[in-house]
């Protein structure tokens, strides 16, 4: 997903998964929020987002916990 539409920072420079806040926070589930990015339209639009992400839980574990997730 983040190829496809989180791939640049506001002002247009590349944003590398790696420098995206909620990465270290994939495999330990820990929730992540944020109100200040944007996703990017197929036409190269920009368009102004909110959003969290948490794992998904399988009976009260994270499932992705010790996986590579990058």
């Known amino acids: 997903m983040h190829e496809l539409i989180?791939?640049?920072?506001p002002d247009r420079s590349p944003y590398p998964l790696l420098e995206w806040p909620n990465v270290p926070g994939?495999?330990?589930g820990q929730v992540n929020r944020s109100d200040?990015?944007?996703f990017w339209r197929r036409d190269g639009m920009p368009?102004?987002?909110e959003y969290s992400s948490s794992p998904i839980r399988e009976q009260?574990?994270?499932p992705g916990r010790g996986r590579d997730l990058l």
């Open 47 to 49: 368009v102004p987002v």
């Open 6 to 9: 989180h791939h640049s920072h």
């Open 60 to 62: 009260g574990e994270n």
């Open 26 to 28: 994939l495999p330990t």
């Open 36 to 38: 200040d990015e944007v």
